[in-house]
């Protein structure tokens, strides 16, 4: 009887324990099995080609890329670049047509709005008609990394009294990263009709998407301006202005590759057929700048930049370094040192040749700071002239004047400083 009785207190006590445990055990399960339902906030851009980098914001996704499903009107893109609770990097995959774009999270999906294909070689801009042929003398003032401060205002004025036409920045635009603070400096200096082209850069991508936002204002200077423009405008875009065809990309940003961004600089160099082209993005590989930043934008865009015949505007940097004429970026071969830099296209009849010639150039003393060369970068043979703290350098702006005295091929470009100094000069021949 006591034996009895001892089993049936040792179930009695067990019992409860092994029902808890089995208990707590499914609701575990449970909440590792839920997945909330996603959401799709923006899609940007909503229209593009096979291969062309789509990012789509929202909630409830996920970092793991094995989980997710990005479908283009029902076919599956096969790669997923990037991925967070709030953002998902993906392509246009080969195959798609226009309709709705569904991202599934495990099993839990969300439909989004309509992306539209773009049949090759078509897109939403073409030359404007009487703007052909570029302006004589016509001026762009190209720098990055600038800032609202005092250097700053003086680079900006150092572009009115230099009477330049038009700027491009290639990213990092407010350190702060207040966008409408940008805005109004810019518009304070040039006026808010002023043709300021710029990218987004590592400094300002958290505040480029949305209302108020660095993008709404490059928008809106657009259309006051009457410019129509492909993609998303400021990351992987393109658009012409006065006969220049400008293409922008973003490698390293909002999880775009390079092999992303190559592939939209080849496309929209491919369809052009303008003297003057010129490709821009904010960030540098090592040997294509020379301070301490590292490989970043990956040789893509700058190699089918080349093949393109596109002068190659960066900053990221806070120095100037220019390159000579170069036959390819990626294994630093250098074409030619003379003072005239010729662009050429590459022709893809002859598969056996490459005959893809350009110049890079890193322009990154727009009013933030300034840096010196690192690791003896700056004694490397392909810069044609580098401008530093370490040699004195000042902020300032690369100049360019294309359709120079009337020759629509010609174009003169000069680097000074908010100082007067003109620290660099040259030419270049557009062959395309």
């Not at 350190?175 to 300002?204: K, M, Q, R, T």
């Not at 080849?266 to 301490?292: C, P, T, Y």
Request: net charge negative; proline share 3%; aromatic share 10%.
């Amino acid at each position: 009887m006591n034996h009895l009785k001892q089993i049936t207190l040792i179930i009695s006590v067990i019992l409860p324990v092994l029902i808890f445990a089995s208990c707590s055990k499914d609701e575990q399960e449970e909440n590792v099995d839920e997945v909330l339902l996603p959401i799709i906030t923006s899609i940007t851009p909503l229209q593009g080609q096979e291969g062309d980098p789509v990012t789509i914001k929202g909630a409830n996704f996920s970092a793991n890329t094995t989980q997710i499903k990005v479908d283009f009107n029902g076919v599956e893109s096969d790669e997923i670049s990037f991925s967070s609770i709030a953002q998902i990097s993906t392509v246009v995959p080969k195959g798609a047509t226009t309709g709705e774009i569904s991202v599934t999270i495990v099993e839990q999906t969300v439909k989004g709005p309509i992306f539209t294909i773009e049949e090759e070689g078509t897109g939403v801009i073409t030359p404007p008609v009487g703007q052909e042929k570029t302006p004589s003398n016509f001026k762009i003032a190209f720098f990055g990394d600038s800032n609202i401060g005092s250097a700053a205002k003086a680079v900006l004025n150092l572009v009115k009294s230099e009477g330049a036409d038009a700027v491009v920045h290639p990213g990092d635009l407010n350190y702060a990263e207040i966008p409408v603070d940008f805005e109004s400096h810019i518009n304070e200096i040039l006026g808010a009709d002023y043709p300021y082209f710029f990218c987004v850069g590592n400094h300002d991508d958290e505040a480029w998407n949305g209302p108020n936002k660095y993008q709404s204002f490059l928008e809106e200077r657009f259309k006051r301006l009457g410019i129509s423009w492909k993609g998303q405008l400021g990351v992987t875009s393109s658009f012409y202005y006065k006969g220049i065809f400008f293409v922008i990309s973003a490698p390293d940003e909002f999880g775009i590759t390079s092999a992303s961004a190559g592939n939209h600089i080849r496309k929209e160099l491919a369809q052009d057929e303008s003297v003057w082209r010129i490709s821009f993005w904010h960030k540098n590989q090592r040997l294509m700048q020379v301070g301490g930043k590292s490989n970043e934008a990956g040789w893509n865009v700058y190699e089918e930049s080349r093949k393109g015949g596109a002068i190659i505007a960066t900053a990221h940097e806070h120095s100037y370094s220019r390159t000579h004429e170069m036959s390819n970026f990626q294994n630093q071969v250098i074409s030619s040192t003379e003072n005239t830099v010729n662009l050429w296209k590459d022709d893809a009849s002859t598969s056996s040749l490459d005959e893809g010639r350009s110049f890079a150039f890193v322009s990154g003393l727009g009013g933030k700071s300034i840096r010196d060369a690192e690791s003896g970068l700056d004694q490397n043979p392909w810069w044609a002239d580098v401008y530093h703290s370490n040699n004195g350098g000042q902020h300032g702006a690369l100049f360019g004047e294309f359709n120079y005295e009337g020759d629509t091929s010609l174009a003169r470009f000069y680097f000074k400083d908010i100082d007067g100094t003109v620290r660099d000069e040259f030419f270049v021949r557009s062959n395309n």
